[in-house]
T-cell receptor, first 111, second 117 residues
Framework: DGGITQSPKYLFRKEGQNVTLSCEQN?????MYWYRQDPGQGLRLIYY???????QKGDIAEGYSVSREKKESFPLTVTSAQKNPTAFYLC??????????FGPGTRLTVT | AQSVTQPDIHITVSEGASLELRCNYS??????LFWYVQSPGQGLQLLLK??????LVQGIKGFEAEFKRSQSSFNLRKPSVHWSDAAEYFC???????????????FGQGTELSVKP
């Protein structure tokens, strides 16, 4: 079955540590996205990538970094510079000009 | 700037009653419009989408939505709600990125639906 996988489902880290969230898709989609979801704030775009080896900042990119070395993979690193990293992180992908499909999400807790 | 407003943060309906969730958008061109549903702790599932053509669109799970350009609205409806419809619903407007690759989605804040037995 085609789809988007995110791992792990739950992630716990100490303050000051970088952490990398995985996102893999086997839908052969060109575009991939990372969103952050906080209660009562909907989803906000962190980074997006339209093709391999290229990505752009979204609305809240500060404290995050990404890479796109393969079409199938778009990992997100939450760095120690992110002031409020505890959130639910969602990865999505799409064909050009089409709807986005979402993964199941990773809940990150930083204490 | 583009924006999406879902005026109702929380709605409660009785099982079997009809449902309408409101969505208003602000966008300078013809928008791409979406409704997604999210169960607690899960990802988002696409309910339906509007790209062009017929302004009444049908989606999965018996949902439909109507695009009204004059009112800048894209309200979601269901004639008879089931207990399993309890979830959070997000309206989104899509803006074309450069090179016409992919969509930037702008989401509303969501409407939480509770269903009374």
């Amino acid at each position: 079955d085609g789809g988007i996988t995110q791992s792990p489902k739950y992630l716990f880290r100490k303050e000051g540590q970088n952490v990398t969230l995985s996102c893999e898709q086997n839908l052969n989609h060109d575009a991939m996205y990372w969103y952050r979801q906080d209660p009562g704030q909907g989803l906000r775009l962190i980074y997006y990538s339209q093709i391999v080896n290229d990505f752009q900042k979204g609305d809240i990119a500060e404290g995050y970094s990404v890479s796109r070395e393969k079409k199938e993979s778009f990992p997100l690193t939450v760095t120690s510079a992110q002031k409020n990293p505890t959130a639910f992180y969602l990865c999505a992908s799409s064909l050009p000009g089409r709807e986005q499909y979402f993964g199941p999400g990773t809940r990150l807790t930083v204490t | 700037a583009q924006s999406v407003t879902q005026p109702d943060i929380h709605i409660t309906v009785s099982e079997g009653a009809s449902l309408e969730l409101r969505c208003n958008y602000s966008y300078g061109a013809t928008p791409y419009l979406f409704w997604y549903v999210q169960s607690p702790g899960q990802g988002l599932q696409l309910l339906l989408k509007y790209f062009s053509g017929d302004t009444l669109v049908q989606g999965i799970k018996g949902f439909e939505a109507e695009f009204k350009r004059s009112q800048s609205s894209f309200n979601l409806r269901k004639p008879s709600v089931h207990w399993s419809d309890a979830a959070e619903y997000f309206c989104a407007v899509g803006t074309i990125m450069i090179y016409n690759q992919g969509e930037k989605l702008i989401f509303g804040q969501g409407t939480e639906l509770s269903v009374k037995p």
